[in-house]
């Protein structure tokens, strides 16, 4: 399974960026997705995830402002973030739980990353 993430970008403090993250690959199903962050000197953490019967989760930090959904037939996630603040500055991770359709093995998996930098 890959993850291909998009979106990230350079914008000022109040403004949206959206985030994609498709997965591509044969033989699994999505059990959830999710963004996680990580910005200079700190650890990963959750940002926002979905499952696929459609609950979500998000950070303190981010609720009212970002917006996590899903695409399921293209097996896309989408972060939607608005009203940006410079501590929202990181590089976002895609991850997917994934059940392997043949074994039924659950792995976790990442995209490679996109950084987002909000001015102040």
């Known amino acids: 399974v890959q993850l291909q993430a998009s979106g990230g970008g350079l914008v000022q403090a109040g403004g949206s960026l959206r985030l994609s993250c498709a997965a591509s690959?044969?033989?699994?199903?999505?059990?959830?997705m999710g963004w996680y962050r990580q910005a200079p000197g700190n650890q990963r953490e959750l940002v926002a995830t979905?499952?696929?019967?459609?609950?979500?989760n998000y950070a303190d930090s981010v609720k009212g402002r970002f917006t996590i959904s899903r695409e399921n037939a293209k097996d896309t996630v989408y972060l939607q973030m608005n009203s940006l603040k410079p501590e929202d500055t990181a590089v976002y991770y895609c991850?997917?739980?994934?059940?392997?359709?043949?074994?039924?093995?659950?792995?976790?998996?990442w995209g490679q990353g996109t950084q987002v930098t909000v001015s102040s």
């Open positions: 979905t499952t696929s019967g459609g609950s979500t």
């Open positions: 991850s997917a739980l994934v059940e392997d359709s043949t074994t039924r093995a659950e792995y976790v998996y």
């Open positions: 690959g044969s033989r699994f199903s999505i059990v959830a």
